[in-house]
């Protein structure tokens, strides 16, 4: 366990155990994700953190962390952000334009050293595909809040259709 006053830390040694992390590059994603690369890092696991190039993480304020960036093709939508306000289609454009370089980059990291597991933010829902193909342990982190979280149980959901159904009232 790390000991930590205001002067010292001091990290278990290394597990020679490999956890690959990927953020969705805006900053209430990157933030929490390099809080657990931090928490697991001082656990003596070994981080590396794959991310995109749009809001690439300053990789010398993280000297304790391997990373790899992968094309995203963010720079040909980055200028609707002015008119086009709906997240969930940039959350969508990212989940297809990183889908193969995200996979090339993991396949590389997997025949290089073994892997844990991935750590890959939620809103990534690709990444469960590609983890299954390359038989890699995955995990989410939702950086939701817990306003988020009501809001999601508070509204009806029909799974016959696989849609929200905001026209009708829950049942309570």
Known sequence: ???QDKNTTQRLPETHR???LFPLPFQGHINPMF???NILHIQGFKITIIHTQYNSP???SYP???FRAIEDRFSEVDHLRSTNRDPS???KYLNRSCEDPFKDCLTELLDEEPVACLIADAMFYFTQAVADELKLPRMVLRTSSLGCAIGYGAIPFSSKEGRFNLTKQASR
């Open 64 to 66: 304790q962390f391997h």
């Open 18 to 20: 490999k956890i690959i």
């Open 35 to 37: 809080q657990l690369a």
């Open 58 to 60: 300053n990789h010398s």
């Open 89 to 91: 289609y940039y959350i």
């Open 1 to 3: 366990m790390e000991s």
